[in-house]
């Protein structure tokens, strides 16, 4: 397999598939002529490329932001927290104490932890748990926006369609709307 030294990337290149095994003669011209063009660290490149690669750029920035390193114990009390959630968010009496007791810390130190962790309340996090079920379940089901209200933990579908609105920005029945 050839290698290419290309001045921009500052070494050899090796271009190859997805397996990492078979060489593209399309990509080695590619590249080649990218290097020709910029042995003076400069690219020219058309609009349509550079608006693809701030685009690839963004993506990349932010999957990188949506990761967060935690220490073995908050994996562990991370772990605990969405298992307890997401067994008992479906029952509309399900409050964030009842997940302190369930937790078995106090009030304020879970609090403190999940706010620490997530960046949201322990409520605001049994909320978005509802939410988050409740669009699943209107993505796979043919069953009325009430009963997912309720079989998702709400009191109310009224109040769960403000919820959705306010979180998603729009309404349940537009979002089976575009569904269909």
């Known amino acids: 397999m050839n290698l290419i030294y290309c001045p921009i990337f500052g070494g050899m ?50 999957i990188q932001t949506n990761f967060t390193p935690v220490n073995n114990d908050d994996f562990v009390f991370s772990l605990m927290l969405h298992n307890t959630i997401n067994k008992h968010f479906n029952r509309s009496d ?24 997530t960046g949201q309340t322990p409520n605001q996090l049994i909320q978005e748990s509802r939410l988050q079920s409740a669009l699943n379940k209107m993505s796979q089901n043919q069953k009325t926006i009430a009963e997912i209200a309720y079989q998702s933990g709400f009191n109310s579908p009224t109040y769960f369609t403000r919820l959705f609105r306010k979180k998603f920005g729009i309404s349940p029945t537009e979002f089976v709307t575009q569904l269909t």
């Open 13 to 62: 290149l090796n271009p190859v598939d997805e397996e990492g095994t078979t060489f593209f003669e399309e990509t080695k011209s590619k590249i080649n002529s990218l290097c020709s063009l910029g042995l003076n660290k400069k690219l020219y490149l058309d609009n349509k490329t550079v608006a693809l690669s701030k685009k690839e750029l963004q993506e990349q920035q932010e």
């Open 94 to 117: 399900f409050k964030s104490d009842d997940l302190f007791a369930e937790i078995g810390m106090s009030k304020s130190q879970t609090s403190r932890k999940i706010k620490s962790l």
